[in-house]
């Protein structure tokens, strides 16, 4: 399937998604928690920007992603809602903010819309959520789903490993994600599961998959940008593939600077006024 100009500069839809799964067109996703790089990638033509939870950990620095608050996702979404103009941007429902019940998941939901400039929110779960993803999507706000690892559970998982390894765990994860694209989900992040199990997952749904250590059989990938570009060295799972390595080239610019200052080299007098 070849895709034309118009098509490649067309604002991304949660419709365009769907055609792209129809046509066989893969779908490229990564986060984003910042105004600069919101614009970098998505001048680069990614198809979906994500604020994930993620940045509990890249962002803020905690260990896991309960601690991030709903004000603090909808203040990074909305910085990068600013830089873009193609990519269709979608937010992280943090820990807390929807599992308690449905009308207080559809006011996070509509804050994170109102707030922020999203055009689609994301939540973690299965069957269980369900009935507040009809009442989300109810209220005319696309949603997300995500399955296999969803970090927000750690503490009931007790792993970061691979999940839905066993028939029955399999089993349900795809009855889950029938019961997501019945709820009126317009498609599926899966999170570290097994490769045949995504491709199962893949061409039982009409909505798009996108994977994230699930292999190639998904509609779409997604990356965390701080992970890709190897900005955290010590980070390397075997999923990850790293496009560039920042924190060496972060380290290097930022000796020189350092050694400049303390030299006197810095600023010289065409760098003054
Ligand atoms: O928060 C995040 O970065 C995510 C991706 C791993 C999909 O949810």
């Known amino acids: 399937m070849s895709t034309n100009t118009t098509d490649n500069q067309r604002k991304v839809t949660t419709r365009r998604l769907a055609e792209m799964k129809k046509n066989g067109e893969k779908i490229a996703m990564l986060t984003a928690y910042d105004y600069t790089t919101a614009c970098i990638v998505d001048q680069a033509g990614m198809d979906v920007v994500l604020v994930g939870d993620s ?25 990068v809602s600013r830089g873009l103009e193609r990519a269709l941007l979608v937010v992280d429902m943090p820990f807390g903010s929807y599992q308690g019940n449905q009308i207080v998941a559809l006011e996070s939901a509509i804050r994170i819309m109102k707030e922020s400039g999203a055009t689609a929110v994301k939540i973690e779960g299965g069957q269980d959520i369900a009935p ?5 999507v109810s209220a005319g706000i696309p949603v997300m789903g995500h399955l296999g690892l969803t970090p927000q559970s750690i503490n009931q998982l007790g792993t970061y490993g691979v999940q839905a390894k066993e028939d029955a765990s399999a089993e349900k994860l795809i009855a889950d994600a029938l019961a997501l694209q019945q709820a009126g989900c ?20 009409e909505i798009p998959t996108i994977g994230i250590g699930a292999g190639a059989g998904c509609d ?19 999923f990850l593939r790293k496009y560039a390595d920042l924190n060496e080239v972060m380290t290097g610019a930022l000796q020189a600077y350092i050694s400049d200052v303390k030299s006197g080299d810095f600023p010289s007098a065409s760098e003054a006024y």
């Not at 890249?58 to 909305?78: K, N, Q, R, W, Y």
């Not at 507040?132 to 989300?136: H, K, L, S, V």
């Open 55 to 79: 940045a509990a950990n890249v962002v803020c620095g905690h260990s896991t992603t309960l601690p991030i608050t709903l004000d603090e996702m909808i203040f990074l979404a909305s910085c």
């Open 132 to 136: 507040t993803i009809e009442r989300i």
């Open 220 to 238: 779409g990938q997604v990356l965390v940008v701080q992970d890709m570009l190897g900005m955290n060295k010590g980070f390397s799972p075997k």
């Open 186 to 205: 317009f498609a599926i992040v899966l999170e570290k599961i097994p490769a045949t199990l995504a491709t199962k997952v893949s061409k039982t749904l």
